[in-house]
């Protein structure tokens, strides 16, 4: 468990608690975090230990800090009380300088010279002992004290620093850094918002897709270096590219075709959306009737797609943006005006960010288009429910392809599975978790395994499996989507799975995706038009957005 840094003490019930409460943090969910800390703190102080009970008092105080002021400093009296009682004068100093910063952020609307002083200890602290985890947080923090009191370029200064600080020290969710990476997804959703207030849309453009470029440049490259945003003359006529940012108190659009760059922005209540992104995947998941899904449906379309005004040419739709707009299932978003799923207007890619939708798209058009395929399946665990239609899907694929190299069940362990993975395309039936591939003899192929491999030669991963680009994982930290590992492992395009899906929709529309694709369409092209094939037949069951919403084009898709 991170206690006071990056320290580890405590059992692993506390490490459990502290994990998931910054989890449910990170996902919005406040009252769940406090729940959580409830638990850490009763289960703390049955351990005993002065630190831990502390650390879970001060942790607790940075939650109410925002809304219950009162309660925050409750909270930091506690700590400070329980903290006194322990003897490492060096663990008590990083310790109060931890409470000094949530003191900056109790103070901001009550005095906010005072907030600023209490912020600026916190950051000479980290400056000073050289302990440098807690520097990235209280910068954002003074920011925000200086956004406050109307010092927008004092704000800028620390926002920069505290950036700086953190591509340095190359934080992302898999690096393990815990609160730093959660400070870090702030950082530039702060950034993003004092840019646009200023009117600099171009420099906001770049920051924000910057945001979610990290983790796969990281991986990837080594660093995730600045850039501008990609020539407008090198897209598609009928091709929209959408960079999304979640701010705080809005949503912004960054739109970017051919005719150039153009920024919307809605005023929305970020848990609201996040709620109502739950709510609909939940209604489609669960199966209700199509007529109760279509009016949230409608209104995440009004939301989030309707401001684009997407021209009448525009045929082909890619979509980048953070955590929570990534586990949108925007196939299935429905335009009232048109009386028609967003998936019937255009083709859909998804991409963590602009940047690495534009590099995996250079990286696919300069691989050969072979057609050798791998097909990995996997269906021994017993505990688990058999795929009953896996031998159709099986053959619907193997009938398309006649280079075919097969690992079936045993023979399917991760290292002949990574191994083999030479081929054009790799196409996995089996059953997934968050975060692993379940493989033949007991064995998972985990998302950090996979980040880790080069995988240069394979154009095209489809993921037929549940919930393979889920964020389940990424509310954990150092655990990537199983879609986004094979991203970072040089694969330029990967079709997953948003939620779990049934395995006799998975061998309708994954055998129809093979069939087109054979027929010569691009990978989002035959997504779409497998898609369309079930919505608009006349299997009522497939026709269902259950069926074939969960599906998706991640990456890059020529």
């Known amino acids: 468990m991170r206690i006071l840094g990056d320290g580890t003490y405590g059992n692993r019930l506390l490490a459990a608690l502290a994990t998931h409460a910054r989890g449910e943090l990170r996902a919005g969910r406040r009252a769940a975090a406090g729940a959580l800390l409830r638990l850490e703190i009763a289960e703390a102080q049955r351990v005993g230990d002065p630190l831990l009970i502390a650390d879970a008092f001060k942790r607790r105080a940075r939650l109410h800090a925002d809304e219950n002021l009162d309660a925050a400093v409750r909270d930091l009296r506690d700590a400070r009380a329980w903290a006194a009682r322990a003897a490492d004068s060096g663990l008590r100093s990083r ?19 005072r907030s600023a002083a209490r912020l600026t200890a916190a950051i000479d602290f980290a400056r000073t002992t050289g302990d440098r985890r ?52 702030a950082l530039f959703d702060e950034a993003v918002d004092l840019l646009l207030a200023r009117g600099e849309n171009d420099r906001a453009f770049v920051y924000a897709e910057r945001a979610n470029a990290r983790a796969i440049l990281v991986a990837s490259e080594g660093r995730a270096s600045l ?7 090198e897209l598609a006529p009928d091709t929209v590219l959408v960079q999304f940012a979640l701010l705080p108190r809005s949503v912004a659009a960054f739109a970017l075709t051919r005719r150039g ?42 939301l989030l797609i309707a401001p684009l005004a997407l021209e009448g040419g525009t045929s082909s739709l890619v979509i980048a943006g953070g955590r929570v707009l990534q586990s949108v299932p925007w196939a299935a978003l429905w335009d009232a005006e048109r009386s028609a799923h967003l998936i019937e207007r255009a083709t859909i890619t998804v991409a963590p960010s602009v940047r690495v939708w534009h590099r995996h798209r250079a990286r696919l058009a300069a691989m050969r288009d072979g057609e050798q395929l791998l097909l ?18 099986i053959a619907a694929i193997e009938a398309v392809y006649p280079r075919r190299e097969t690992l079936t069940d045993a023979e399917a362990t991760p290292s002949r599975f990574l191994a083999a993975a030479r081929s054009d395309v790799v196409h996995y039936a089996g059953h997934a978790r968050a975060g692993a591939l379940l493989l033949g003899g007991d064995e ?30 990424a509310r954990l930290e150092g655990s990537p989507s199983l879609a986004r590992a094979f991203l970072a ?47 608009r037949g006349r299997n009522a069951e497939l026709a269902h957005p259950v069926a074939w919403a969960a599906a998706e084009v991640l990456g890059a898709a020529q």
């Open 261 to 302: 760059l153009r920024v919307t922005r809605q005023t929305i209540d970020r848990a609201a959306l996040e709620s109502d992104v739950r709510a609909l995947r939940e209604m489609i998941e669960s199966r209700r009737p199509v007529d109760s899904i279509r009016p949230l449906a409608a209104r995440l379309h009004a």
């Open 134 to 185: 807690l520097l990235p947080e209280a910068l954002l923090e003074c920011a925000r004290t200086h956004r406050a009191a109307g010092r927008d370029d004092a704000a800028w200064n620390d926002l920069a620093a505290a950036i700086d600080e953190v591509d340095e020290r190359q934080i992302t969710a898999a690096s393990g850094a815990g609160a730093m990476f959660d400070a870090a997804e």
């Open 444 to 473: 998972d192929l985990a998302a950090t395994d996979i980040a880790g491999a080069r995988l240069t030669r394979t154009r095209l991963v489809v993921l037929a499996a549940c919930n393979t680009l889920g964020d389940d994982a």
């Open 489 to 535: 492992a040089g694969v330029p395009t990967v079709v997953g799975t948003l939620w779990p899906v049934h395995d006799a929709h998975a061998a309708s529309l994954f055998g129809a995706l093979h069939e087109r694709l054979r027929a010569g369409s691009s990978v989002a092209a035959a997504l779409r038009e497998a898609q369309l094939g079930m919505l």
């Open 227 to 233: 850039a501008g945003p990609i020539p407008a003359t």
């Open 95 to 113: 310790f109060e300088a931890e409470c000094a910063l949530v003191e900056g952020v109790v103070d901001r609307s009550r005095d906010p010279q």
């Open 376 to 393: 990995v399946t996997s269906d021994l665990r017993p505990q688990l429910d058999p795929l009953t239609d896996l031998r159709r899907e």
